[in-house]
């Protein structure tokens, strides 16, 4: 009886091992064909036959693993843990695609008279407690040692899409008054009068968002606000020596430092003090090269006036013929209808959700790596999941990641010349005997003839030289812990305004250059320190009509 009894119990091990083996080779299948599946993404592939797809795997995936014997087996050692991983990645497979993507996709698509984020927020509401759970259970199994090389490499596939869906979606619902009404003020930047961080801020747009329901509730432009009357927004004495108090006492210039949360809150307190006490929330900063970016995923809008605005007119229409057709200073009414009008078709587009999701997503992800989209958050929570992000429009403090350098332009002419501007950037890196330096330069074209200067309207023309000379002022953010070697200039009016201002924990290199139609003029800072751990140069800058090319190149120096 013993022997039978034994040889029955082994044989059940036997069944429930090779059951179990069963089930593994399932899950490894479905998993594996996922896999494919998102590279396919990846390449193009058509998005919603693609979360379909990976849907399927993920849900036969997810049944398998969760089968008893299997469960039972994440006990034993060495073996559990590496079961427990790829059971935890099947289900998170599972969650993003059947509880997240493919409701989301379906709700964007649906034809429905609410609005499109009412659709999409109690889905984001139902997949977060879940999503959450599952990123904690998977960051924890992620430091086990004894996880295998396959699994391993797809627990850290995984893991930090999970980790950031999970951080995400709280945020995203927070956004969209899933807590109760939130107010955003929408800054529209003009890049024809390039300003540091974009282009003046001369219009703003109050938006009120309340269970995933958006409205506009307010605009104004810049002749509305006390301009000269400084607002109670205190700002570090660096920054006034580089921008002076136009920086604060003048709405259109409160881009100019490279820093977004100071932009935001300069122009919430031109909005509170001169338009409306409105609590403000956030403040999202948009360019019209973005908004071309946005045309292209919701396709054309008619405009009240008739006209199409479509993503091969945007900018030109939006920053350069409109003045061409009205002079803003004698017809600022007509302009600014024209820009509201443009405003609201798009907002209209929006919040119907007449797009393409994954275009859209692929549009804010275009505008947001230009510099042309930026957020900032009231709500200290919020503000400190985004800050690390390019969004959030703030320069890193170190070179751990990367070694950022900024090449930012402010006009001076009082024009919206910068239509017509060229620019480039190069960053030459070196290391010699202990010390990293980085050479950076930049070159301005002013690219249009006398004559055809001299045919501007007066609003695109300067308000102080008319059409015989521009000014641009040029300012180049060192890396961290660098500070400047030398500069030089090249042009026939180029200066150097200042290098002993050390802002936002950098060293500053500030240049005055003075164009006249078709010249050229060229600035170089060098900045040096001790060598050590430098990540990858990355260069950001104004964000320029006519895109700013850039060029590195690296001597010397350790592969990184």
């Not at 924890?140 to 869906?165: H, I, K």
């Not at 995400?168 to 540091?196: F, H, I, K, M, W």
């Not at 004495?237 to 977004?260: C, E, G, K, Q």
């Not at 895109?547 to 190149?553: N, V």
């Amino acid at each position: 009886m013993v022997v039978i009894s034994t040889a029955c119990a082994l044989l059940l091990i036997l069944l429930a091992v090779a059951w179990l083996g069963f089930r593994v080779l399932s899950v490894r299948s479905e998993l594996t064909a996922a896999r494919g599946v998102v590279a396919q993404v990846q390449a193009g592939a058509d998005v919603d036959g693609s979360l379909d797809a990976l849907g399927g795997h993920g849900e036969a995936a997810a049944a398998a693993a969760a089968d008893p014997i299997w469960r039972a087996a994440e006990v034993v050692p060495f073996v559990g843990p590496n079961l427990r991983a790829v059971r935890l990645a099947s289900e998170s497979l599972d969650v993003l695609a059947n509880d997240l993507g493919r409701p989301a996709m379906a709700a964007v698509g649906a034809d429905s008279a609410d609005p499109v984020f009412a659709r999409v927020l109690p889905i984001l509401a139902e997949a977060e407690p879940r999503l959450t759970q599952l990123a904690g259970d998977l960051e924890a199994v992620r430091g086990d040692e004894s996880l295998v090389g396959d699994v391993r490499d797809g627990v850290d596939t995984v893991a930090p899409l999970l980790s950031g869906a999970a951080e995400a979606l709280p945020v995203v619902s927070e956004l969209l008054g899933a807590n109760g009404p939130r107010n955003y003020l929408l800054v529209s930047q003009n890049n024809a009068e390039a300003v540091g961080l974009g282009g003046s801020a001369a219009s703003q747009t109050l938006l009120r968002a309340d269970a995933g329901r958006i409205e506009i509730v307010g605009q104004a432009n810049s002749r509305l606000y006390r301009n000269s009357q400084k607002v109670p927004v205190e700002v570090p004495d660096s920054a006034l020596a580089l921008y002076s108090d136009y920086l604060v006492h003048h709405i259109n210039t409160s881009s100019s430092r490279p820093d977004f949360p100071t932009m935001a809150q300069i122009v919430a307190a031109w909005w509170q003090r001169d338009i409306a006490p409105d609590q403000i929330d956030g403040v999202i900063s948009i360019d019209p090269i973005a908004l071309s970016y946005v045309l292209r995923a919701t396709g054309p809008v008619q405009l009240a006036t008739g006209e199409e605005l479509n993503e091969g007119n945007a900018v030109r229409l939006l920053l350069n013929e409109i003045y061409v057709r009205w002079g803003s200073y004698q017809e600022a009414p007509l302009v600014d209808a024209f820009f509201a009008s443009a405003a609201t078709s798009i907002f209209d587009a929006l919040t119907r959700g007449d797009f393409d999701p994954m275009a859209m997503v692929s549009a804010l992800n275009d505008g947001i790596e230009n510099g042309s989209i930026m957020f900032w958050s009231a709500h200290e929570e919020v503000q400190q999941t985004i800050a690390p992000l390019r969004v959030a429009g703030i320069l890193p403090d170190d070179n751990a990641d990367s070694t950022t350098i900024g090449v930012y332009y402010r006009d001076e002419s009082m024009s919206k010349i910068d239509y017509y501007m060229k620019s480039a950037v190069g960053v030459e890196e070196s290391c010699v005997d202990g010390v990293r330096s980085f050479a950076v330069s930049s070159t301005l074209h002013m690219d249009i003839s006398q004559t055809e200067a001299d045919l501007l309207p007066q609003y695109i023309a300067s308000g102080h030289w008319g059409s015989q000379q521009f000014r641009t002022q040029v300012y180049i953010y060192g890396p961290p812990g660098t500070t400047v070697e030398s500069v030089t200039v090249n042009g026939r009016d180029v200066h150097v305004a200042r290098t002993d201002v050390q802002d936002l924990g950098r060293p500053v290199a500030w240049f005055t250059t003075n164009l006249v139609p078709t010249e050229r003029a060229s600035v170089t800072a060098v900045f040096s320190g001790e060598d050590g751990d430098y990540g990858p140069v990355d260069i950001r800058s104004t964000p320029m009509i006519n895109k700013t090319g850039t060029e590195l190149a690296t001597e010397g120096c350790a592969a990184r």
